[in-house]
């Protein structure tokens, strides 16, 4: 397991408005950002944050159900929901998820095996759906693991314990696409640091691997999840990006665990 | 005073879904990141200046809860039909300048909506830019005024460049690109769109072809360079309303 390459890929901003926040992160960072991706009934806003040396080409999706008709008619618990819903700063922004990436299928099979189950199928083609889209028409192949079988992640493991992924098509990954000219836009650098809940030990135990030796991650002991993203500017001074994590506002994660939706 | 078409408003249940359909179905691009309020819409340059507007609320899972129900547009989308819910939600007509605007909207007993200093009221783009328009007719709250459901409305685009149908789409594959609005197929009657438009016969001016049904856009045809004329169907939102005295009125 030591030989495998685990990197900063993207991170989950979820937000009850996708347009509002995406401006609104704009004018506190001068990040700018793309419109038009979307999955079944989610939208995101792509922020790229460059490439640096720690957060290899990362970005950072912005979020959220464009649907009510579908939303609507759930029946299981949505933590996310729940989640945005009760939080009041930054209109109820939240960071939803930190996921990381590896360079090859092989490295992402050998990942989920270890922690006890397998990878989502490669089904761009036939089930584009299930895939993110872009307006012109390109679905974003991908794989993540580790999947548990019936939707049951190990009762060990927090809920927001990062996601792995392999993003085989390396020139039209998420962090490279244009994003739309912006007054005072800044240019990123690359990830520089992060601020997750918990401790090493929790996420290097997670990582198969001394956490704080392959990513850039420091750790502040509360509640699992992203808090802090500090980002690198050409020619100015970083930016941080303070968002709580959603495992905040989730007091009782028995009813999401058993809920076939995914949290 | 020239009366021309402005845009429709399709309304989605998923706007993402609904633009991606449009485009296999038409050939037609659109523009993604155009907002306003808690409703996100792709715009679909339709030629000539005019444009379809997909246009569906989002914060679904928190400030569309909160709004009051029943719910006029909600409950039309919530029909299941042939097109995941899409509806014509509106057509709007398009005025050359604010005192024609002013005009129709005392003709029909209001008057037109402020030039609203908040940006949030405005339609937005991604870049920053935020459209400003005033329509009519408009009626202040409280005042038991309404406009007949389906009903064009009219409005004021200052900005020309800025307008939507002006704006480039995303590009894919066998794009087509349009030529303009050759006809539409509306409900309701030539009688009661005239008395509406204040003009002797409505067909004379814009591209009408009635059917008698309820109220709304039915159908659009529009041209195309080098190929056949394209025709949009989906049912107006009145037609898949059948009591509506239930819903409170609106603007």
Request: charged share 20%.
């Amino acid at each position: 397991m030591g030989t495998i390459n685990i990197h900063i890929n993207h991170f989950s901003m979820g937000a009850r408005n996708a347009f509002e926040t995406a401006a609104r992160l704009r004018n506190e960072t001068g990040l700018s950002f793309w419109t038009g991706e979307w999955v079944r009934d989610t939208s995101c806003h792509m922020v790229p944050l460059g490439n640096g040396p720690h957060g290899k080409d990362a970005f950072i999706e912005i979020q959220c159900s464009v649907d009510a008709h579908a939303h609507l008619k759930e029946t299981a618990p949505n933590r996310r929901y729940d989640a945005l819903l009760a939080n009041t700063e930054n209109n109820g922004d939240l960071w939803t998820g930190l996921m990381l990436g590896v360079d090859s299928r092989a490295d992402l099979e050998a990942v989920a095996k270890r922690l006890g189950g397998d990878i989502t199928p490669d089904d761009s083609r036939i089930n584009p759906y299930n895939h993110f889209q872009r307006p012109n028409g390109y679905i974003l192949g991908y794989q993540g693991g580790p999947r548990f079988s019936g939707g049951q992640r190990p009762s060990k493991w927090p809920a927001d314990m990062p996601g792995f992924y392999y993003y085989p098509d390396v020139p039209n990954r998420t962090s490279y696409q244009q994003v739309v000219p912006w007054p005072h836009m800044r240019t990123p650098s690359g990830v520089k640091w992060i601020t997750f809940g918990g401790t090493n030990e929790l996420l290097s135990d997670w990582m198969g691997c001394n956490a704080e030796e392959m990513i850039p991650v420091k750790f502040n002991g509360k509640a699992v999840g992203t808090w802090e993203v500090c980002v690198g500017i050409e020619g100015g001074a970083d930016v941080v990006i303070r968002r709580n994590p959603t495992a905040l506002f989730i007091t009782d994660e028995s009813k999401y665990r058993n809920s076939p939706r995914p949290g | 005073m020239q009366i021309r078409l402005n845009h429709f408003a399709l309304g989605a249940r998923n706007i993402y879904e609904a633009s991606a359909r449009l485009l296999k179905e038409t050939g037609l691009g659109h523009q993604t990141g155009d907002w306003v309020g808690n409703t996100a819409c792709h715009m679909v340059p339709l030629g000539g200046d005019v444009f379809i507007e997909i246009e569906g609320t989002f914060m679904s899972a928190h400030d569309f809860l909160k709004m009051p129900k029943p719910n006029y547009t909600y409950d039309a989308l919530d029909t299941d039909n042939e097109y995941n819910g899409d509806h014509f939600t509106g057509m709007m007509l398009g005025v050359d300048t604010l005192e024609e605007l002013e005009e129709i909207g005392k003709r029909l007993g209001g008057g037109v909506t402020p030039n609203w200093p908040d940006p949030y009221r405005h339609f937005q783009r991604p870049d920053g830019y935020v459209r400003r328009f005033q329509s009519a007719p408009y009626y202040e709250p409280g005042s038991g005024k309404s406009r007949p459901r389906g009903m064009p409305n009219f409005y004021y685009y200052p900005d020309i460049p800025g307008r939507p149908a002006n704006q480039p789409v995303w590009s894919a594959p066998h794009l087509k690109i349009p030529t303009g609005v050759k006809w539409i197929e509306y409900g309701g009657t030539e009688e009661e769109m005239s008395a509406w438009l204040d003009v002797p016969k409505a067909s004379d001016i814009l591209p009408f072809r009635f059917n008698g049904k309820a109220f709304g856009t039915w159908a659009v045809c529009v041209g195309v360079e080098d190929g056949d004329d394209i025709v949009i169907r989906r049912p107006p939102t009145a037609a898949s309303i059948k009591e509506a005295s239930i819903y409170k009125s609106t603007q």
